[in-house]
């Protein structure tokens, strides 16, 4: 058995990958508006943040009712409650990954995580 999962990722519109990767800790999902369209619902969470990073293109979030532009190289977390939906530029396609967790859930990260060997 192996201590990995990998694939690849079509240019689907959306794209979960906890079933794919046996994901047990993280919901991650690549995603791909084309321009002038736009995610068809606003939505919130009961207890994940969700943290997007935006891979190509540029659009927009509308968060609690306040733009914020977007364009390839941004990341932005948005807490559970923030109310949440994502355009494209009438231009440009976005294409972004979603990674969506329990907020307050780290306990421990990078090297407090890690076991360090040397070789």
Known sequence: MSNYSKVSVANDPRTELHDQLGLTG???SINHLPAGASVPFVHY???NEEIY???SGKG????DGEDIELSAGDIVRIAPDGKRQFFAADDSEISYACIQ???GSL???TADD????QV
Not at 114 to 117: D, G
């Open 45 to 47: 969470h009961k207890t």
């Open 114 to 117: 890690a076991v360090i060997e």
């Open 26 to 28: 993280a919901e991650i």
């Open 53 to 55: 990073i935006i891979l």
């Open 107 to 109: 306990e421990a990260y």
């Open 101 to 103: 967790v329990k907020a």
């Open 60 to 63: 927009k979030a509308v968060v």
